[in-house]
């Protein structure tokens, strides 16, 4: 056990089953009905019943269907003792996860379901509502409140685009380029083309050629700096590590964890008149401090690559190279698996995999650990899931036992 008395959590918490779904670009289904099959799936892959199943932790951001009611309707699960929510996007599932640890931590349950369902490809369309299929930002009144009146009609509306403003601050801050960002893309694809679950796996690898004819999405962002929209669901159980070993699969140690939070990324005004580093370099601080490992330990890392820029920037928040110098850590192959300097998003991540708002990484994490990647990284004792530090953000470490 960790020296740091503060932090309770550390090595008590597994993860113990993972599910998932199909992705698509199209499922038609809705949400409910997804989450329903990843739950059932995570839940059989642990050796559990529905009935052992006695908290959940979940997002509220974007979902309408999955209350805990619905969750006891659907799949007949136990009384639960906790639940918990978090509000924010891709910023919020390392907090799903950690606040799963501390729940069963704290003797509030034994087995908590995390989950993540996403009709989100061009071709959903379950539902009428914002949330219910497409993009929501093609969805906005054309009356709008809130801070959104402040950028929206100025042409900031859809992630790229905000994306765009701090890719062309790092560049211009560092000297980053887009070779460099083309190397996260090319990566990911790599690992998508080893997976069969994946959306753009068929397609084949890109080439830095490829990269460079890519059109422009949002000037310095082209196509494949981009994530896929897909639809699709995945989830898992985090149970009581003094349960695990009784359990059907290999545990993943949730060793420790961390989150952190500043003024949003969308609200310009904030942007420029606070230091990024306050929030991003802050969480990394606080993760080691929280364990008893170090970067130099982790084997392999699942960074929230909704646009490739910030998984170079996740890099350095994270304390695997120095400030500016995430673009030159990514040169030669060294985010390629199985055998890169630091394989980053073995299943192809969102970049290539698919977009579950980043759960799907943790399922791969899950499966690093276990050994039975399609892009397995020898000796995988220790990994590292970071999510979106454009928002507020959090990331965790697993091992194994």
Known sequence: MPKNKRFIVNDRA???GIGQTAFSSGLNRSTMDMAAEAILKAIADAGLKPKDIDGVSKY?????EETEN???????????????????????????????????ASGMADHVICFRSRARGRKSVFGPGRDQGGRP??????????RGQYHVPFGLMSPVQ?????????????????????????????HAVANPLSVMGSRGPISLEDYRQSRWIAEPLRLYDCCIETDGATAV??????????????????HAFAQDTKPAHYTLSDWWRWDRDAMALELGRRLWANSELKAKDIKAAFLYD?????VLLALEDLGFC?????????????????????????????????FIHGFNNINEAVRQIRGTSTTQVPNCNAVLVAAAASDPTGAFILRSE
């Not at 978090?86 to 996860?97: C, N, P, S």
């Not at 192959?333 to 192809?348: D, I, K, S």
């Open 14 to 16: 597994a993860i113990t």
């Open 237 to 254: 159980v985090v149970s009581r590590a003094d349960l695990a070993g009784r359990m059907r699969r290999k545990p993943a140690l949730i």
């Open 60 to 64: 509220s951001f974007g979902l309408q």
């Open 137 to 146: 930002w093609e969805k906005v009144s054309q009356r709008i409140t809130g």
């Open 322 to 354: 120095k400030r500016g110098e995430g673009g030159a850590f990514s040169e030669k192959g060294a985010l390629e698996g199985p055998h890169g300097r630091l394989p980053v998003n073995t299943n192809g991540g969102q970049l290539s995999e698919a």
């Open 162 to 190: 905000e994306m765009a403003c701090i890719a062309r601050r790092y560049m211009h801050d560092y000297g980053v380029t887009e070779d460099h960002f083309a190397n996260v893309a090319i990566a990911m694809r790599k």
């Open 306 to 310: 909704h646009f490739t820029p910030m």
């Open 70 to 104: 619905h969750l006891f309707q659907e799949i007949g699960l136990g009384n639960f003792g906790f639940y918990a929510e978090q509000a924010h996007g891709g910023g919020a599932y390392a907090a799903v996860i950690s606040t799963a640890a501390l729940g069963v």
